[in-house]
């Protein structure tokens, strides 16, 4: 039976790893949380009552408690998901998203050299740490050109793994990561935000032809409301990811790796997709910032509309992942692909919103 650590527990790679090692192996998990004000255990319902499964506390960017941690559990497999996660955040906060992505592995590194050397560690990459990209589809072995202070942070740790891989012969993996989304995808994503979205107005727009129906006019609701819908991204299943994860860290010699869909879809097709699953019609009207996704129906109302708020600073162009490399070593594929994934969360969504209308409806009566 083997110990594995996994920081960031209550995100979404955090809790799809923990569950996916629960249900397919007999470790025994720890899920690093910090001691926050606010946390929202909703990511490990699922199984925060699992006798192989423990949470602690500690920060990447307290040195001391991740020493302790690493000390007491001596863990088999360190597995570092906590992160400044937010590249739009990173401008405003550029300090903290190195304190947290690249001294925190840096953190981890260490704790790992001292108390416990033959740990096994994953670090979380980002495509967004090739940034202003040479030639796409991007491999592993494509210069880094980061364009954000969070794409720096995740680059930084990317050497620092290297380093420590080299020089202590430690068993250090950076998995470069591009988009992975799912149904624990944090809501100020802009994929869940849709997907969340859409549910919202879903029943929303059934209520308004109720409303229509009993009083003649049409019920107000806000719009989606999105940035930059024609950036593209290249787009996975995060349950995908978190099984190549593992198989990374269970080879014979550690070494970088990179996950990808190898397909590149934009955001004005993700929000026509999850409208669709929703069997919501609508089309497209206006131009830059001013256009507006209209629903079909007899009110013609908006869906989505553009905010320039949530325009990115500075824009990474076409990154787009070549796995090719990976499927061969780890002999890994992924199950889904945009169009299941889409429709999971929507419909998890939908599922979501339906069962808080039941629970409100129950105690408002």
Known sequence: MKKVLITGI??????????????????????????????SFENIESFNEHSNFNLVYGDLTDEVSINELVKNIQP??????????????SWSMPVLAF????????????????????????????????????YSPQDISHPFKPRSPYGASKCAAHHIVKVYRESHDIYAVHGILFNHEGIRRG???VTRKITSGVARIYHKVFDVEEWRHRHGGAAKFAPIELGNI?????????????????????????????????????IREFVEKAFSVADLKGHWEGGGVNEKYIHDGHHKLVLVKINPDFYRPAEVEQ?????????????????????????????????LHRKNRKRLSQINS
């Open 99 to 134: 304190d947290i992505n690249a001294l925190g592995a840096l953190r981890c590194l260490e704790a790992i050299r001292n108390f416990k050397p033959d740990c096994r560690f994953y670090s979380a990459g980002s495509s967004e740490e090739f940034g202003n990209v040479d």
């Open 10 to 39: 209550l995100g979404q790679d955090g809790s799809n790893m923990a569950e996916y090692l629960l249900s397919h192996t007999d470790n025994l998990v720890y899920g690093m949380m910090r001691k926050a004000a606010t946390p």
């Open 319 to 351: 990154l787009m992942g070549d796995a090719s490399e990976t499927y061969e070593s780890l002999s890994w594929r992924p199950e889904g692909n945009l169009d299941t994934l889409v429709e999971k969360m929507v419909k998890h969504d939908m599922g």
């Open 187 to 189: 809501k100020e994503f």
């Open 230 to 266: 024609d950036a593209k991204r290249d787009w996975s299943d995060s349950e995908d990811f978190v099984r190549g994860i593992w198989l990374m860290l269970n080879q014979e010699n550690s070494r970088d790796y990179l996950l990808a869909s190898g397909e590149m879809h934009s």
């Open 76 to 89: 088999d497999y360190f597995i570092n998901f906590a992160a400044a996660s937010f590249v739009s955040s």
